[in-house]
């Protein structure tokens, strides 16, 4: 199991088995004054062995600034049925897409901190972002 990917974005859907993002791929959000509301979607993209398929695994994805002071912690499971077709020993992709608007009170550095998996198969992405204050309209 490895996390393949992981992003941004101001809202993520998973349809069909494909991921949709608007406003994807960011790391620092302008916003007019503290405390401000966000639009925070997380995609996650984790490829899944042969052995894992049909496995249930544990998924948190925490919301913290850079002090590590928690706003947000959603825990889910993701898997990934045998797909028709599949070779055997072939691997799989599990998608993921959680939107969380956030309120968060004060400019400054933030991350996404997302672990999969438990014990000796547990993978790790951190997603550093910024809130900075919107320059003024000339």
Same mark, same amino acid.
């Given at each position: 199991?490895?996390?393949?990917?992981?992003?941004?974005?101001?809202?993520?859907?998973?349809?069909?088995?494909?991921?949709?993002?608007?406003?994807?791929?960011? *790391?620092?959000?302008?916003?007019?004054?503290?405390?401000?509301?966000?639009?925070?979607?997380?995609?996650?993209?984790?490829?899944?062995?042969?052995? *894992?398929?049909?496995?249930?695994? $544990?998924?948190?994805?925490?919301?913290? *600034?850079?002090?590590?002071?928690? &706003?947000?912690?959603?825990?889910?499971?993701?898997?990934?049925?045998?797909? $028709?077709? #599949?070779?055997?020993?072939?691997?799989? #992709?599990?998608?993921?897409?959680?939107?969380?608007?956030?309120?968060? $009170?004060? #400019?400054?550095?933030?991350?996404?901190?997302?672990?999969?998996?438990?014990?000796?198969?547990?993978?790790?992405?951190?997603?550093? &972002?910024?809130?900075?204050?919107?320059? $003024?309209?000339?």
């Amino acid at each position: 199991m490895n996390i393949e990917y992981a992003v941004l974005a101001d809202y993520a859907e998973l349809v069909a088995g494909k991921l949709y993002l608007m406003g994807g791929g960011w *790391d620092t959000s302008n916003v007019a004054e503290a405390p401000a509301g966000v639009r925070c979607a997380v995609a996650v993209g984790v490829r899944m062995a042969w052995e *894992d398929i049909g496995v249930r695994v $544990p998924v948190v994805i925490v919301v913290e *600034d850079d002090d590590g002071q928690e &706003f947000v912690r959603l825990a889910a499971e993701m898997s990934v049925g045998q797909a $028709p077709n #599949l070779p055997p020993g072939s691997s799989q #992709l599990s998608q993921l897409a959680a939107n969380m608007p956030l309120t968060l $009170p004060k #400019l400054g550095g933030y991350r996404v901190h997302i672990t999969v998996g438990s014990e000796a198969a547990l993978q790790e992405r951190s997603l550093p &972002f910024r809130i900075v204050q919107r320059p $003024p309209q000339a």
